[in-house]
Structures are given as C-alpha cells and as structure tokens.
C-alpha cells in the first residue's frame, strides 16, 4: 500500500483554476463585412438569390431591393467580347487606314498609281470606313454616359427604340439600319477578341 501512495503522490495534481487564454483575433479586423443599401441607407450584409444553384442577384434583408445583379451565362459570354475602353486610339488607326484606302483609289483613278489597285482600295474603304464610323459611335455614346455618370445600356436602349421607329416611320431606311447594327456588332467582335488576345498574351 505504501508503493501504490507514493506513486500516485508522484503524479502532477491538474490545477482546479480554468486557463485563461487571449481571445482569437477576428478575421474582419480592421474590415467591415457590411455595406450600405442605397434605398434604406441601413448598414446589412447582402442576400444573395439563387435559382437552381445559379445566383441571380443580391437584395438587401430589410427593404428587399436589390443591391447587384450577377450575369447570367449568356451575359457573361457576351462581356468576354465587349470592352468598354474610353478611347479614341482605335478609331484613329480605322479612319487613317479608310483614308489611305481612299488615296489609293485616287491616285489610282488619276493614273498615278497603277489601275489595278483602284479595286483593292474600294474594298478597303468599304470595309474600314463603316467600321471607323461604328467606333466613333461607340466611344460617344461611352464618353457620354461616363461623363455623366450614367449606365450606357440606357442610351443604347434608346438608341435601338429610335432605330425601330425609324425604320417603321421610313420602311426605306430599314437596309441601312440593318446593315449598321451588323457593322456595330462586327465591330464589338473585332473588338473582344482583340480584348481577350491583348489579356491572354498580357
């Protein structure tokens, strides 16, 4: 019995007093989590709705209004060939190549040139000319609305509303309508992928 008491003395006695550790630094710190809602001005963290698993946007949980859309698939894929660069680079590299066409027809009816090439510059032009026109376009409407801080989905809603009223006012108009809306959309393509090769390549 003796050996068993000493043996069991030997063992440390666990202390009764709870340990008292520093509480863990939380991860925000120094962040905020929270965003204010535009309508109701309440500090909130956004909800976000989804259907079928696929986010659709976020609402604030006090008023309900929505705080941002997500893109869909679709809209994704069209933003990978649209760019929104505020510039008027590319539009003078498309209006000095349209008139470098345009002097190769010239000097080309005139003889100075060799004949042969009068076919080729009408192309050119043809080709760069509309393009350099849907550039200039592009990049108004994309400077205006930047520079008064509005969305330019608005204007180019607007845009196309007074397209078709056009063309349903004037039936003559219609070809032309057309065939610019085919030009802008070219255009966004050169554009994207141009885009998407300066990111890949960068």
Request: proline fraction near 5%; glycine fraction near 6%.
């Amino acid at each position: 019995m003796p050996s068993i008491h000493s043996q069991s003395s030997q063992q440390p006695k666990l202390s009764s007093r709870f340990l008292h550790t520093e509480p863990a630094k939380p991860i925000y710190s120094g962040h905020h989590a929270t965003v204010n809602c535009d309508c109701c001005n309440r500090s909130m963290v956004p909800r976000v709705v989804s259907y079928y698993g696929q986010p659709l946007k976020s609402i604030c949980p006090f008023c309900g209004t929505t705080f941002k859309n997500f893109p869909s698939g679709l809209q994704q894929f069209w933003q990978r060939f649209h760019t929104r660069t505020l510039s008027f680079t590319v539009f003078y590299r498309l209006a000095i190549v349209a008139i470098g066409f345009g002097l190769i027809g010239f000097f080309s009816s005139k003889e100075i040139l060799p004949h042969s090439l009068g076919l080729f510059a009408i192309f050119g032009t043809i080709i760069f000319a509309p393009l350099a026109f849907a550039e200039l376009i592009f990049q108004c409407v994309e400077q205006l609305a930047a520079k008064l801080s509005h969305e330019s989905s608005c204007y180019w809603a607007a845009l196309v509303l007074i397209a078709v009223l056009t063309s349903y006012a004037h039936p003559e108009f219609t070809f032309h309508l057309v065939l610019f809306l085919f030009v802008m959309l070219f255009r966004g393509l050169i554009a994207g992928l141009t885009q998407a090769n300066i990111k890949e390549t960068g």
